[in-house]
């Protein structure tokens, strides 16, 4: 169903309800929308994998069967695209950027210039760099059109400010921590920035998590990355710790920890001691843990004197004391605690690093996460202070002997200990020195006191990551989206600073009633749903067994395009309800074993239904949802995810798919419910994952599609597509939906928020 995906408001402080009230679903919408539940504290808890629970729904959508997306493929299909194929569409207008940006995103990496420490640039996981002139109170970007937007590393000159180096691709360990491209250089503060060593060129690793420069010689650069090359005879997708002497142009790999691949996290230079430097590695043996060179990188020893046995080290932070470098602390995982990513210790050298102290005690019990968020740093000027954080934040003033929890991620977002959770990088600038700033997955939290109290420092950051977006027909000013680890998100202004959290989590599907916004639904991450009605909520989620809600991340929501009161989700079958959410029945049988990824309610016709899998299966009902098809997706379709299915709005026969993955085409059409397929890409789209589609209600002979190259176009009848991205950022696109009466095309993206185009 066009443009019936999802939801917004705008209140700054809405009321809680936990009822609804009898004439909710008669009422028009009033100014705002309650907010449902945030998310809840849990404990450390067992995983199968350390990576973060979101990472099989990327898996499926860009890397499956294999560890990594080819993001030279990614790249190269943009340029080609850009230069033989797709003409541009007749558009005269640009897209705009319309939020949020005020809730933020996944930040990775900050820099701060050593005299202006109100001048900073950070890094998001998905958006690029930003930086601000005034500490964050506002942001700007010039990284738009540079070949990649995941930002693993930032780092300044400190004798030549405004040389800064960034090293793309995300380094913090988790399947939707995206690759890169190498390392980039700017000379002017920021304002243009050149691919200075690519990683087809010099072999530096396509998750680049820390640059160090020498601070006796500028031109002497370390940086380390992390790299998923099982075997490799050139060496090529290794991580490790790579060397260059001429100013970042060259690099040699170090091989003193392993000649094939091993992962290097930190690395820092002492700041009066020259030659003198230290970083962590993992290896998965006994080559892990904490070294040192006393020769500018010639040789490094082991640093193991009284510290846990080194195959136990996982990630590992470092943090070196400017006031007195003979203290250093290291935050180091757990390799033994496995998936549950506990934490190992926090070690303390008052020597140098010649023998170390745990001072973590039993305060850390209940962290975890420690290899997706893991941050430490030093006060500038005081050695026994130290803040450190995974989910949360902890402070020690006397060197490690007590320790108090000085964030807590789920209070509310104005309260003055709230920072948000999953810390990445902590920095305290020496001009002042009791200033933090901290990059986690919803920005940038300030602290002015050392860590008393905390204020956001995210609006005018576009950089929220979405799972999907929808906007309400019957009214353009309302729309919102399902953002990673930052709730579902509206606005019912339409301001991109007025978004605020309807729902907790990772923000999941949102669908409005076409017929009047008030009406919404909303979810989190495994098939919790809920009903919004004006200033009433309700938990309406389908009553499976928990091993069947664990199972799917993201359900699938639509609405009946006939009658809003039928509601289809999707685990591994299909469920529905026909009494808006209060109950619901399994109406389907496991389709194939995976989960359902995308369900289509034919407009034209709602019996037909139409389902599609993460396997790649395609289902169909043609009695409303009573009876289901076998799989007919036959080999015409390449077995990948099916992200979105779409009716022709005259004919319920007519469906269009899109595909994730590489190596095939993404776009199939089927003129006979799903019997046989065609391929419509045909060679003219980039070979990037694909993952929404969408027919204008008003223009059924034109079909736009969103990938991770941008956005595209189909003349139904001509065969021809074009080119509609025009001045969109290089994210992924991962939603579009269409507003009908504004004619308006919005588009989520996964890094750089929420884009409109006026048709």
């Given at each position: 169903m066009p443009g019936a995906k999802k939801r917004s408001s705008t209140k700054k402080t809405p009321r809680k309800s936990t009822a609804e009230s009898s004439n909710a679903s008669s009422r028009p919408l009033e100014k705002t929308l309650v907010t449902g539940p945030r998310k809840k504290r849990q404990g450390p808890s067992i995983r199968l994998s350390n990576h973060k629970a979101r990472s099989v729904w990327f898996q499926t959508r860009a890397t499956w069967p294999?560890?990594?997306?080819?993001?030279?493929?990614?790249?190269?299909?943009?340029?080609?695209?850009?230069?033989?194929?797709?003409?541009?569409?007749?558009?005269?207008n640009s897209w705009e950027s319309v939020g949020p940006t005020n809730i933020g995103g996944r930040l990775t990496c900050i820099a701060c210039h050593p005299t202006h420490p109100e001048r900073i640039w950070v890094g998001a996981a998905g958006g690029g760099v930003w930086q601000s002139s005034d500490a964050g109170q506002t942001w700007e970007s010039f990284w738009n059109s540079q070949d990649i937007l995941n930002i693993g590393a930032i780092a300044i000159d400190r004798k030549s400010p405004d040389t800064l180096y960034c090293g793309t691709g995300e380094a913090n360990l988790s399947l939707d921590s995206y690759p890169g491209v190498g390392l980039y250089r700017t000379i002017d503060g920021g304002q243009k920035w050149q691919l200075l060593a690519s990683t087809e060129r010099t072999g530096i690793p396509r998750h680049i998590g820390v640059i160090a420069i020498d601070p006796f010689d500028s031109r002497h650069i370390l940086l380390g990355g992390v790299g998923y090359a099982e075997v490799s005879q050139t060496g090529r997708d290794f991580g490790g710790m790579f060397v260059s002497t001429d100013a970042g142009v060259t690099w040699k790999r170090q091989t003193f920890i392993s000649t094939t691949n091993y992962w290097c996290h930190s690395i820092v230079f002492h700041p009066t001691k020259k030659n003198t430097i230290f970083a962590t590695f993992t290896e998965q043996g006994s080559r892990s843990g904490i070294w040192r060179s006393?020769?500018?990188?010639?040789?490094?020893?082991?640093?193991?004197?009284?510290?846990?046995?080194?195959?136990?080290?996982?990630?590992?932070?470092?943090?070196?004391?400017?006031?007195?470098?003979q203290v250093l602390f290291a935050f180091a995982t757990d390799e033994a605690s496995g998936s549950s990513d506990l934490l190992l210790g926090i070690f303390r050298t008052a020597n140098g690093g010649d023998t170390w102290k745990n001072v973590a005690g039993t305060h850390f019990k209940e962290e975890g996460q420690i290899s997706y968020g893991n941050a430490i740093v030093i006060h500038p000027t005081d050695p026994d202070i130290v803040i450190c954080g995974g989910v949360d934040l902890h402070r020690t003033k006397n060197g490690g002997q007590t320790w108090q929890q000085i964030s807590q991620w789920d209070l509310e977002r104005d309260d003055p200990k709230y920072a948000h959770a999953d810390h990445h990088t902590l920095l305290m600038p020496e001009a002042v020195p009791d200033r933090l700033y901290d990059c986690n997955d919803g920005g940038l939290d300030v602290s002015e006191n050392a860590g008393r109290t905390f204020t956001n420092r995210s609006n005018g950051l576009s950089v929220t990551m979405f799972y999907d977006m929808d906007v309400a027909q019957s009214n353009g000013l309302v729309y919102g989206g399902g953002a990673q680890d930052n709730g579902t998100v509206v606005t019912t202004s339409g301001s991109v600073s007025s978004f605020f959290e309807l729902l907790g989590g990772d923000g999941g599907w949102i669908v409005f009633d076409p017929a009047n916004e008030g009406r919404v639904y909303a979810s989190y991450y495994n098939l919790n749903i809920f009903r919004f009605r004006g200033e009433a909520f309700k938990n309406v989620s389908p009553p499976a067994p928990k091993a069947e809600k664990s199972s799917i991340w993201m359900a699938y929501i639509t609405l009946d395009p006939t009658d809003a009161q039928t509601v289809f989700t999707g685990t591994f079958r299909v469920w529905r309800t026909r009494n808006d959410g209060n109950n619901w029945t399994p109406v389907s049988p496991s389709l194939d074993g995976s989960s359902i990824s995308a369900i289509e309610v034919a407009p034209a016709n709602n019996k037909r239904i139409y389902v599609g899998t993460e396997n790649g299966g395609f289902f169909r009902s043609l009695d409303g949802g009573d009876t289901w098809s076998p799989n007919l997706s036959s080999s015409a379709l390449p077995g990948h995810t099916i992200t979105r299915l779409e009716t022709s709005p005259t004919d319920s026969r007519v469906i269009y798919c899109t595909v994730a993955n590489f190596g095939h085409s993404h776009v199939f059409r089927s003129q006979d419910s799903g019997v046989t397929w065609e391929d419509v890409d045909r060679g003219q789209l980039p070979d990037v994952p694909h993952h929404a589609l969408l027919i204008r209600p008003e223009e059924p002979g034109r079909l736009y599609v969103g990938n991770d190259a941008g956005v595209f176009a189909l003349d139904i009848v001509s065969g021809i597509w074009m080119n509609v991205t025009k001045n969109l950022p290089n994210a992924m696109v991962i939603d579009l939906v269409y507003h009908t009466k504004d004619k308006t095309l919005l588009a989520a993206t996964y890094g750089r928020s929420i884009w409109r185009l006026r048709l």
């Open positions: 294999v560890r990594e997306a080819p993001v030279k493929t990614l790249v190269s299909e943009r340029t080609r695209v850009q230069k033989a194929l797709a003409p541009p569409a007749n558009i005269s006393t020769d500018g990188g010639k040789n490094w020893t082991h640093l193991t004197s009284t510290l846990p046995d080194s195959a136990r080290f996982g990630r590992t932070s470092l943090a070196i004391s400017r006031s007195n470098p």
